[in-house]
């Protein structure tokens, strides 16, 4: 019995036939055929590619096809560019779904895969179902054969080769080039990223670089799915270019003759500085190169004419050559200086003027404009006040100065140049102190005089306003001691003219001279005090009596009579002058001549 299924049961009997017809027909035998190979192809239904990964997903065959038991699935992924293929199998049992997925790994991006899906049984493969798919993109791989030249001071050509054709993953979009700086001076420059398009170019110029610098040059590619890692790093040095201007130039004048130049470093050195020029140019036109073979930023320049405009422009050099377009400094030297009046002397008179004398100078820078006293107190620096002097004038009065005050004086030349007319000052007569007359006192900086006159008037007023309520408690103590003498006599006392005589002074008393009263605030402080104990205890009178007195007085000096005393009389012990203490306490003063000296207290 042949063209029978596999893997399938029947049921077999054998019936005898001749001429005559059919016989009867033997029992019935069941029977199986063998397995086979599955007669028809697995059904593909999806196939998802990545860069390196294929996923294949399939439906199981029918049962009345797979003639036997299906062991599993055989897979293969065959790349034919690459000369690679890949064999999995997915076995299966009873339980096995009717969709089946399985992922090839760890293939070649952008690479075209012939992927194929066949069932088997014990008798061996069946039709296989074939799909063709390309993994995706991928990042490349680094170019090859990396190099420059021609190398500039701010460019430089850099050549490249692509990735071999396995190692592109994709196709190339562009190359990016990109250069890391550091300058020998240790000065980081931003990097440089260049992307070239399209990818078939393999040379670029690099340019905008800094001279003198040190680059890392590193190529990558670039596919759609990113960029690829760089190559190998490629190092190169451009080449020093001429600097930049030297900043903050500054020209300061130190003489008639000469003047100090001073300036920082160019911002933009591009290479190791040798020096620096400066190119001076006069008023009248002429020109000077000075070269400086240092890197120092301060050099003096000597032999130049008074009173003369310059120009100076300052430039930096290195090998590559020199800075351009640097802005030029002005600067005007001094005029020569005049000598300093002869003849100079300075003379007080009094106690607030002092006359200054002099003589013209023996030579001029310029014609004669006039002189200019300056003085000062001594140890005030800074508080110098001036006079000016026409040019026809050899002496100056100078007044209103403090008494008794040590000036310092001198007097220069004002000449003026006939040419530029420029004004300028000669040199100085040699100073000289000169000490107004006056009272000893503290020397004051100007300013502080008028406070202190303020302060001896001040004082003078305290000490006059004193003496006279002095005087006035001495005149109403007199009087109150008269009325108690003439109350103690009981009796008014009066004395013929001719019987009238004055009173001596007894000799044991003290003679004294009267104190001027110009001089009392040149002696200090002073107190007038009568003689109260002695007083009260030769009269002790009641308060009615004191009014009964004053009474008396009023009623006497209405009258116009006198109250003198007569020495003859029974009450004149108690009419006797009496002494009246001045206490005097007197302090270091000043006298006319200004010496010092001390004083005892003592009555006067």
Request: hydrophobic share 35%; aromatic share 8%; proline share 6%.
């Amino acid at each position: 019995m042949t063209d029978l299924r596999p893997w399938t049961t029947y049921d077999v009997s054998v019936t005898p036939w001749n001429q005559g017809g059919r016989g009867f027909k033997s029992n019935v035998v069941d029977c199986k055929t063998e397995q086979g190979v599955p007669s028809v192809a697995p059904v593909i239904i999806k196939i998802m590619p990545s860069s390196v990964n294929i996923t294949v997903v399939w439906n199981a065959i029918e049962e009345s096809k797979t003639n036997g038991i299906i062991e599993g699935y055989r897979l293969m992924a065959v790349s034919y560019a690459l000369l690679q293929s890949v064999s999995k199998s997915v076995t299966t049992n009873n339980t096995s779904p009717f969709t089946f997925t399985f992922t090839f790994t760890q293939l070649h991006p952008f690479t075209e895969f012939n992927i194929s899906v066949a069932a088997y049984t014990e008798k061996g493969d069946g039709p296989a179902s074939y799909t063709i798919v390309t993994t995706q993109q991928a990042a490349p791989r680094e170019p090859r054969d990396v190099f420059v030249s021609g190398i500039l001071a701010r460019s430089v050509y850099v050549h490249w080769k692509p990735p071999l054709l396995e190692d592109q993953n994709g196709i190339i979009t562009a190359y990016i080039i990109t250069t890391v700086s550091v300058g020998e001076q240790a000065i980081e420059h931003p990097d440089i990223r260049k992307t070239i398009t399209p990818a078939f170019i393999r040379t670029i110029l690099l340019a905008g670089l800094t001279p003198y610098t040190h680059y890392y040059i590193y190529v990558r590619a670039s596919t759609m799915a990113g960029i690829g890692r760089p190559c190998q790093e490629i190092t190169c040095t451009t080449k020093q270019d001429s600097p930049s201007c030297p900043e903050s130039v500054e020209a300061t004048v130190i003489s008639s003759t000469a003047v100090l130049l001073e300036w920082h470093e160019p911002l933009e050195p591009n290479g190791l500085l040798t020096g620096y020029n400066a190119t001076l140019t006069s008023a009248s036109g002429k020109i000077q190169t000075l070269k400086y073979t240092s890197t120092t930023t301060r050099e003096t320049i000597y032999g130049l004419l008074p009173n003369m405009n310059y120009t100076v422009r300052v430039n930096a050099e290195n090998v590559a050559g020199r800075s351009t377009k640097c802005s030029d400094t002005n600067f005007h030297t001094f005029p020569i200086r005049s000598e300093p009046p002869g003849n100079f002397s300075a003379t007080a008179l009094g106690q607030s003027t002092i006359v200054v004398n002099w003589t013209k100078p023996r030579s001029l820078y310029g014609q004669l404009a006039g002189y200019r006293v300056v003085y000062r107190v001594d140890g005030y620096n800074d508080s110098n006040s001036f006079v000016g002097v026409a040019a026809e004038s050899t002496s100056v009065t100078i007044r209103g100065l403090s008494p008794r005050t040590t000036f310092n004086i001198t007097v220069f030349v004002i000449a003026e140049d006939s040419t530029s007319g420029h004004v300028t000052e000669g040199l100085p007569a040699p100073y000289q102190l000169v000490t107004t007359a006056g009272p000893k006192r503290n020397i004051e900086a100007p300013g502080e005089n008028e406070l202190h006159w303020w302060i001896w008037v001040a004082s003078g007023c305290a000490v006059i306003v004193s003496f006279i309520v002095a005087l006035c408690i001495v005149w109403q103590r007199l009087r109150r001691l008269k009325s108690a003498t003439d109350a103690a006599s009981g009796q008014q006392v009066q004395h013929p003219q001719s019987n009238s005589r004055q009173l001596e002074p007894q000799s044991d008393q003290t003679q004294y001279e009267a104190l001027p009263m110009s001089d009392v605030h040149r002696y200090g402080s002073f107190e007038i005090v009568p003689i109260e104990d002695i007083l009260e205890s030769e009269s002790e009178t009641s308060s009615s009596q004191e009014s009964s007195e004053r009474v008396e007085e009023e009623q006497t000096l209405s009258s116009g009579r006198g109250t003198d005393c007569d020495p003859n009389s029974d009450h004149s012990e108690q009419l006797q002058p009496r002494p009246i203490i001045v206490r005097v306490q007197l302090h270091t003063f000043v006298d006319e001549n200004g010496g010092s000296r001390d004083c005892e207290s003592s009555p006067k």
